[in-house]
């Protein structure tokens, strides 16, 4: 599959109605996606390996989404053959007193992967631009000057703040790619009701899901301005059809593996001395 048509380039002006939320590719059901999406778990376990065991460079894969796109299904499936000792998942939910009091980046970059892991963020920075955009009642909240708070161009000044951040990442061997979850909310209600209907899905439920809904067409407007501002070269945004799960989980692995394919990765090499530090253990043991 050519991940690329999902990438959004640099300097684009995002439209999400140009986005298809049920596009598959050609590919009619989940049976016709269930082997290269298993090619490229194996995949993803290989590359990992080797990013362990080189330690220099690590992923950090971003995923923001409306509720009910498929966030936990995609993290479940794409890095089920992830080793757990190399992979991080953090959830980012509504700030705590302590994270209130720091700027809104640094619970980001304490949670960052370190050198050798996979970090997936299941939400993230993007929050403070897209639901804090919706909501400005959260912003004038916030422990911030009053003359940021009330700035005409906050918005413009926190996507500069983030591409810098995340440009910085890059720099130091912190690769970043960014996902967003395209569902379409006829689809999104199909899967409330479900919740509903199905005695073990009912915790994934809250009344708060439903009452977003009214603010769809204003969620819709801040992520593709802020997919548009924030998507560059080194840390770029994908817009994946997200109506289909199984279509969705092969995309994104689709992009992990491409990523991590171009990282440039390989296993340490032992130098002279090492080499021969084997050869002296090989002996001993054969001698034992």
Request: hydrophobic letters at 40%; aromatic letters at 8%.
């Amino acid at each position: 599959m050519d991940v690329e048509q999902f990438k959004i380039r640099e300097g684009a002006k995002v439209d999400l109605v140009e986005h298809p939320t049920d596009f598959t590719n050609g590919l009619t059901d989940k049976d016709a996606a269930r082997e290269p999406l298993k090619q490229n778990i194996e995949r993803i376990s290989d590359l990992q390996d080797t990013l362990y065991a080189q330690n220099i460079f690590s992923l950090l894969v971003v995923i923001q989404a409306m509720d009910a796109a498929g966030k936990d299904s995609v993290i479940e499936h794409v890095m089920s053959g992830v080793n757990p000792q190399g992979c991080r998942v953090t959830s980012f939910k509504a700030p705590s007193a302590e994270e209130l009091d720091h700027d809104f980046l640094w619970r980001c970059q304490v949670a960052l992967p370190r050198r050798g892991e996979i970090g997936i963020f299941n939400r993230s920075h993007y929050e403070e631009v897209i639901v804090v955009r919706v909501h400005p009642e959260i912003l004038e909240a916030e422990q911030l000057p009053d003359d940021v708070k009330h700035s005409a161009d906050i918005w413009d000044q926190r996507y500069r703040q983030i591409r810098d951040w995340e440009a910085t990442l890059v720099e130091n061997g912190i690769h970043v790619v960014k996902f967003f979850l395209h569902v379409s909310k006829d689809e999104q209600k199909k899967r409330f009701l479900a919740r509903i209907d199905e005695p073990d899905k009912n915790w994934k439920f809250s009344s708060r899901d439903v009452r977003e809904r009214d603010h769809w067409d204003e969620y819709m407007r801040a992520y593709a301005d802020a997919i548009g501002a924030t998507s560059t070269e080194k840390a770029p945004w994908y817009i994946i059809p997200a109506d289909k799960k199984w279509f969705t989980r092969l995309a994104v692995s689709e992009a992990i593996v491409q990523k991590l394919g171009l990282m440039g990765l390989a296993y340490p090499k032992l130098s002279t001395t090492g080499k021969a530090d084997l050869e002296a253990a090989r002996e001993m043991l054969e001698r034992s």
